[in-house]
């Protein structure tokens, strides 16, 4: 577990302190040599319709980008500070979650009146906001509808007000949706709030076109920067490794333990300690960018999305043992398809919400669920018309939902006929020491 001993905890933090500005000296310099203009490029972010798949490097940039997802982290984690969340491997996984969405899909304005509808909600049931606040950042995955309704048709006063009631809408009713959609997939799927989301957006979406308000798709991807991403990711990814290491008594003792762990329903904080927990994220982010690079894609917004969320699940489920199953499932999935590339890469790595089921049930259902996954998630979308960020966590609850009465099926058949097995042996077991023990008492009636 973490060692913060004899001032250890003052010298990790300056360790991180030095690392994270290395990293952003790094990032100010790729920004200042692509002269960009950030300010027009934030208020593009902000005002621009966020259906899938709007990737914001293609909107406003990277240092437009950058500074968006940073407001976004920035916010939620004076959030954290002020409400004095204790940081658990949920909460790790909520700021991951949310920045990696941040190049893609939510901007602060259009995740703040989610955040109204949360508070409102903590009031109305007279509840601790920090209680829910983890939920509600991930609620702020159908951020999209708000920008929808305010940007999509001729902004005004009107469609500002209907979009700001919609979203406050939406963060009130989430928290007991969420509650009532995990029974659903029994914790099998990580990623609760996209399969909440899908359900609820599918509803808000019908709505919305029974009054004729249309929904268009689209596709921006951005082909750039993939370098610059590659070289700000590794470094992150390498931070963590090191601020875990040095946190874990200058060692990755007890990484074997946490490698075996399931990780259905699993805090790796509250299980394992911050050390492992950030050596495990860094480890996931370089497996999780290396299956992007492997099957030749560069990196954009929605694919550092997908990389971030698992990086930041890797503190709640996730490892690389029981996301490997998944990631092959997928891709064995897409031999034989059309499907491109990015598609693949994205059904993967937002698939890993799947991980618990190869953790729990082993690597052969792991590699089932994502088979089954890539066939769902690429049908679903039309459910919400494209506004559910999250629409592979929809996918994934449904695939859990689906698969758990089969695979126990099969589990209990197959303990039914172990456990006639060993009933047998037992027998034959018992029926050979009844017959020596006949023998022997023969032989002691021919002695006497």
């Known amino acids: ?67 968006n997802a940073s407001l976004i982290f920035l916010f939620n984690f004076i959030l954290v500070k002020l409400l004095r969340v204790k940081v658990s491997g949920l909460v790790i996984a909520a700021f991951f979650t949310v920045y990696g969405f941040s190049f893609f899909g939510k901007n602060l304005i259009n995740i703040l009146p989610i955040y109204i509808g949360g ?26 509808f708000i920008s929808e309704v305010a940007f999509r048709v001729e902004a005004n006063e009107v469609s500002y007000i209907n979009a700001i009631a919609l979203g406050t809408v939406i963060g009130f009713v989430a928290t007991p949706l969420a509650k009532k959609m995990a029974g659903f997939h029994e914790g099998f799927n990580l990623y609760n709030l996209g399969f909440t989301g899908g359900i609820l957006g599918a509803v808000i979406t019908s709505i919305l076109k029974a009054y004729h308000f249309t929904v268009t798709p689209q596709k921006l991807i951005s082909v750039e920067y993939d370098m610059d991403l590659k ?19 200058n060692s990755f003792k007890g990484f074997g333990k946490l490698l075996s762990d399931s990780g259905h329903k699993a805090d790796y904080v509250a299980k394992y300690g911050y050390g492992l927990t950030y050596i495990n994220m860094g480890i996931i982010g370089f497996v999780s960018m290396g299956f992007v690079v492997a099957i030749g894609e560069t990196l954009n917004g929605p694919l550092l999305a997908g990389i971030l969320t698992v990086v930041g699940f890797a503190a709640y489920g996730k490892h690389f043992k029981n996301i490997t199953p998944v990631l092959l499932g997928v891709y064995l999935a897409s031999i034989g398809t059309t ?29 089932v669920a994502g088979w089954l996954h890539f066939a769902v998630v690429r049908n679903i979308g039309v459910v919400h018309g494209g506004l559910n960020l999250y ?37 034959l077991y018992t029926l050979m020491m009844k017959e020596e023990d006949e023998k022997e008492i023969q032989k002691e009636k021919e002695s006497n």
């Open 1 to 67: 577990m973490d060692n913060f001993n004899n001032g250890r905890l003052l010298k990790a933090k300056r360790l991180t302190t030095t690392l994270v500005g290395f990293i952003i000296i790094i990032f100010t310099y790729l920004t200042i040599g692509d002269n960009e203009n950030i300010i027009k490029g934030l208020a593009d972010i902000v005002t621009s319709p966020s259906v899938l798949i709007t990737d914001f490097l293609v909107i406003g940039g990277l240092g437009a980008t950058f500074i």
């Open 119 to 144: 508070i409102l909600y903590s009031k109305y049931e007279h509840i601790n906001f920090k209680e829910i606040l983890p939920t509600i950042m991930f609620t702020s995955a159908l951020a999209p």
């Open 231 to 249: 070289i700000i990711c590794s470094s992150v990814f390498l931070l963590l490794i090191v601020i875990g290491w040095y946190i874990n008594e």
């Open 339 to 367: 499907t491109d590339g990015f598609v693949i890469a994205l059904s993967a790595l937002f698939g890993t919400s799947l991980a618990p089921i190869s953790g729990v049930y082993g690597m052969f259902w792991g590699t």
């Open 391 to 427: 629409n592979n966590g929809f996918s994934a609850g449904i695939v859990a939902g689906v698969m758990l009465p089969i695979v126990r099926t099969f589990k209990e058949h197959k303990d039914q006929r172990r456990q006639k097995y060993y009933l047998k042996k037992k027998e």
